[in-house]
């Protein structure tokens, strides 16, 4: 018991604990911070990932629009509501 008491009244000892403790909790690059960060990376390449397949799939459908007029004129009828000059247009919205 005596020892413990020894090593821990030590200067050298005690400024490395302190030294430690703030490294690992308060200080701005502190482990706990790193580890948060590493976690919001990885959900950010997650989410790269996940935007690059969704480009690829809109430049698909782009690409099939662009190339078929019929499936061009349906698409700008329904999600734009375009009409030709002699047609009358409603729109039911569902509750």
């Known amino acids: ?15 490395t604990l302190f030294f ?12 706990v911070i790193h580890f948060r960060l590493t976690q919001k990376l990885w959900d950010l390449e997650n989410q790269k990932e996940y935007y690059q397949e969704k480009r ?26 375009m009409k030709k000059p002699t047609e009358d247009l409603y729109v039911v919205v569902d509750k």
């Open 20 to 31: 430690l403790f703030w490294m690992i909790f308060i200080d701005s690059n502190s482990l």
């Open 1 to 15: 018991m005596k020892k413990i008491f020894k090593y821990t009244g030590n200067f050298y000892v005690l400024s």
């Open 56 to 81: 690829i799939q809109i430049k698909a459908e782009r690409e099939e629009l662009m190339s078929n007029a019929e499936l061009l004129e349906k698409f700008a009828r329904e999600r734009y509501l």
